[in-house]
């Protein structure tokens, strides 16, 4: 057994450090995590919270491989090459764990498991159907689920994993969590200043957008949703785009071809410390999708006193945490655009509203989000599968000790 005063050591393997929904809450848990969890973190594709990563781990290490999306299949020798990168961080860093969070690691994580008979752990923030579709629908053929100790995740997700066949011993539920102290309300002359100095009217409505810029990401709903504003003639608001990618490009021009160009604001990559002051900018903060995952971008807003508007899609993972015209608005997955903009509208013209769902919103982090609880959980988790760890390496070891057979 692994005691609770006892290092145990992470090897934590990124896709990218660009900000993100997964990377904002992954900083956050680490940095809430007793000092007895020791964390290396690896990553593919570097980016601006690269400095934010190295105040949390032990090392930060670059794997020497870049992927895209949707490169994975087109590139098996770079996954090859990076598995065996993985391979000799895990012996020299003396990793107990492999933490994983999307496919590309999950896949080459597992298989450096379990060459070094090491322990994985899995972190998922959204449904696979919904950010992994090949993944999902080939699950059972991958078999990557019987070389991983745990899955961390959120209500729906485990119940996904579960109808997969994943055993519930498996499966670790993730309280929902955002790093209250640095997401916090900002106070009014700091909110207007700030968005003066972005050219910000102080009559303006500000619909927001925080997080990694991809062609997979809603942020091009945010575009719709504006574009939908402005048709209906409805004129008296700013775009705020916080965040850079690979689609910057690609978004750019749905921005202009939107029409939205004289109202859209992009501020590309910012460090994270930064996000809290942007985030305070802004009157809403929409996520829409057929059915959204994950959330954190909602819930850092919620933290900073934002009201949100989203899908109540068919997983009800948004309403978890949201209560219609309580916490936040929750919209209908059918005809979500247009839905949205009704919100927005109605948020636009009541400020008793906005000021209930921030207030109510700021409470309900306060009271149920408390990043320490989801920290206690993923620092329990690290210490039972480092204790599998242990007894696959010393089961290995008795068995190379042990005399031959006469």
């Not at 006892?6 to 900083?27: A, F, H, W």
């Not at 968005?195 to 991809?214: P, Q």
């Not at 936040?328 to 636009?348: F, H, K, Q, T, W």
């Not at 408390?370 to 204790?387: P, W």
Request: aromatic residues 6%.
């Amino acid at each position: 057994m692994i005691p609770s005063t006892q290092p145990v050591r992470v090897l934590n393997i990124m896709e990218g450090l660009d900000l993100g929904g997964q990377q904002t809450y992954t900083l956050s848990l680490l940095r809430h995590l007793p000092r007895t969890i020791v964390v290396d973190t690896a990553f593919m594709n570097d980016g601006e919270l690269r400095p934010d990563f190295e105040s949390v781990s032990r090392r930060v290490l670059d794997l020497g491989t870049r992927f895209q999306v949707g490169e994975t299949i087109r590139r098996p020798f770079q996954l090859l090459r990076m598995t065996r990168r993985i391979v000799s961080l895990i012996r020299a860093q003396q990793s107990d764990i492999v933490l994983t969070h999307s496919i590309v690691s999950h896949l080459c994580g597992a298989l450096a498991a379990l060459v070094t008979r090491t322990k994985q752990i899995r972190l998922v923030g959204g449904s696979m159907a919904s950010i992994e579709p090949t993944y999902a629908k080939y699950f059972g053929w991958f078999h990557l689920h019987r070389l991983t100790a745990a899955y961390l995740g959120f209500p729906a997700v485990l119940e996904e994993l579960r109808a997969k066949g994943v055993s519930r011993q498996r499966l670790v539920l993730l309280p929902w969590a955002v790093d209250a102290v640095m997401f916090a309300p900002a106070n009014s002359s700091d909110r207007y200043a700030r968005r003066r100095k972005c050219g910000i009217g102080d009559g303006e409505f500000v619909i927001g957008w925080s997080g990694r810029i991809a062609a997979n990401m809603q942020v091009r709903h945010t575009v719709r949703l504006a574009e939908s504003l402005l048709r209906s003639g409805f004129n008296r608001f700013r775009l705020l785009i916080v965040g850079g990618g690979p689609w910057e490009s690609g978004l750019r021009r749905q921005i202009e071809e939107a029409g939205l160009a004289s109202r859209a604001i992009s501020t590309g990559w910012q460090p994270f410390r930064e996000i809290p002051h942007y985030l305070s900018m802004m009157d809403v903060m929409p996520l829409l999708d057929d059915d959204p995952q994950g959330g954190s971008i909602v819930r850092e807003a919620m933290s900073a006193g934002v009201p949100v508007v989203t899908v109540n899609g068919i997983s009800g993972s948004q309403a978890d945490w949201i209560t219609h015209m309580e916490t936040g608005i929750l919209i209908s997955p059918e005809d979500y655009i247009n839905c949205a903009a009704e919100a927005v509208r109605m948020l636009e013209d009541d400020a008793e509203l906005r000021v209930r769902l921030a207030t109510n919103g700021r409470d309900y982090v306060l009271g149920s989000m408390g990043m320490d609880r989801a920290a206690d959980v993923f620092a329990d988790t690290c210490r039972r599968v480092a204790r599998l760890t242990k007894t696959f390496r010393d089961t290995d070891a008795a068995r190379d000790t042990l005399p031959p057979t006469l």
